[in-house]
């Protein structure tokens, strides 16, 4: 099924350990971003990307890292793991504009992270 | 800066009735899209509508319908018939047209409750 493949769907880190979290679409979409989504706090950007070999931060990018190789591919990366990257974290692609295209984004299915 | 604001954290809705959930965007745009997602307990982040500011015409998908008012810039969302598998977090957000850089902006969400 097309769509945003994201894993892995739960992980458990310690403190000062690092991680990748992988998301993949086979939509063809130019656009691409990470969220985290906290309690009360809405989905907050972490970084994007709006072409292969185009990043940027979002409104939190501290603690994480990016790269897009490809158009496909777009993972997180944390660099030392604290308790504060605590959090769901869901990776999502769309087209880079509208067009009267279906502007919206597609969503992977979310990783649940802990730091302990 | 663009800005979603729900003014509402959480809402219930005995089954079969009519619900109305609240959005206010603040955007100096003239061209953008809005949309409106789903998250149930499943954490998947599913579309329910969008709708795109230059058309005047209100939104429907089947049970779910918006109040766009663009001069306002209000953009509620009417669930009739409510079902208990409406039950969820309902999430509104907001995305510029342009390309390039234009990442979807959300609120902080309003958790809907029905009741049987």
């Known amino acids: 099924n097309a769509g945003v493949t994201q894993t892995p769907k739960f992980q458990v880190l310690k403190t000062g350990q690092s991680m990748t979290l992988q998301c993949a679409q086979d939509?063809?979409?130019?656009?691409m971003s990470w969220y985290r989504q906290d309690p009360g706090m809405g989905l907050r950007l972490i970084h994007y990307?709006?072409?292969?070999?185009?990043?940027d931060q979002g409104e939190v990018p501290n603690g994480y890292n990016v790269s897009r190789s490809t158009t496909e591919d777009f993972p997180l990366r944390l660099l030392s793991a604290a308790p504060s990257q605590t959090s769901v974290y869901f990776c999502?692609?769309?087209?880079?504009?509208?067009?009267?295209?279906?502007?919206?984004?597609?969503f992977g299915s979310g990783t649940r992270l802990t730091v302990v | 800066a663009q800005t979603v604001t729900q003014s509402q954290p959480e809402m219930s809705v005995q089954e079969a009735e009519t619900v109305t959930l609240s959005c206010t965007y603040d955007?100096?745009?003239?061209?953008?899209?809005l949309f409106w997602y789903k998250q149930p307990p499943s954490r998947q982040m599913i579309l329910v509508i969008r709708?795109?500011?230059?058309?005047?015409q209100n939104a429907t998908e089947n049970r779910f319908s918006v109040n766009f008012q663009k001069a306002a810039k209000s953009f509620s969302l009417k669930i009739s018939d409510s079902q208990l598998g409406d039950a969820a977090m309902y999430f509104c957000?907001?995305?510029?047209?342009?390309?390039?850089?234009?990442?979807?902006?959300f609120g902080k969400g309003t958790r809907l409750s029905v009741i049987a």
């Open positions: 955007t100096s745009e003239s061209d953008y899209y």
């Open positions: 990307s709006v072409g292969a070999g185009i990043t």
């Open positions: 957000a907001y995305r510029a047209s342009y390309s390039g850089n234009t990442p979807l902006v």
């Open positions: 939509m063809n979409h130019e656009y």
């Open positions: 709708q795109e500011a230059y058309k005047q």
């Open positions: 999502a692609s769309s087209y880079s504009y509208g067009g009267g295209r279906n502007y919206g984004y597609t």
